[in-house]
């Protein structure tokens, strides 16, 4: 099982980036895929999420609005559309694969906002 992310970067405040996480080794489809992102000194916190049908709930206000989650079962990847930054959205991104009790996490992608 292996979920690797992608996309992370640099970027000036008020622009885009789009996080991907790329999944095999396991049905994809049948597996609710999240995005979390943590800062250091912090507890990771939940940012997006999609369940198997493609139904998303972003979680965290703070980023309503700006940040859109989808996945293509296709391609077995999940993405995460990044908006109108933020110096605040400065972490890192995870994402997470979760089916019952079952949770996969990814090794997570640095997202840096700042001019």
């Known amino acids: 099982v292996q979920l690797v992310e992608s996309g992370g970067g640099l970027v000036q405040p008020g622009g885009s980036l789009r996080l991907s996480c790329a999944m095999s080794?396991?049905?994809?489809?049948?597996?609710?895929m999240s995005w979390y992102r943590q800062v250091p000194g912090k507890e990771r916190e939940l940012v997006a999420a999609?369940?198997?049908?493609?139904?998303?709930?972003l979680p965290a206000d703070s980023v309503k609005g700006r940040f859109t989650i989808s996945r293509d079962n296709f391609k077995n990847t999940v993405y995460l559309q990044m908006n109108s930054l933020k110096p605040e959205d400065t972490a890192v991104y995870f994402c997470?694969?979760?089916?019952?009790?079952?949770?996969?996490w990814g090794q997570g992608t640095q997202v840096t906002v700042s001019s």
């Open positions: 080794g396991f049905t994809f489809s049948s597996y609710a």
């Open positions: 997470n694969a979760k089916r019952s009790t079952t949770n996969y």
């Open positions: 999609i369940d198997s049908v493609g139904r998303s709930t």
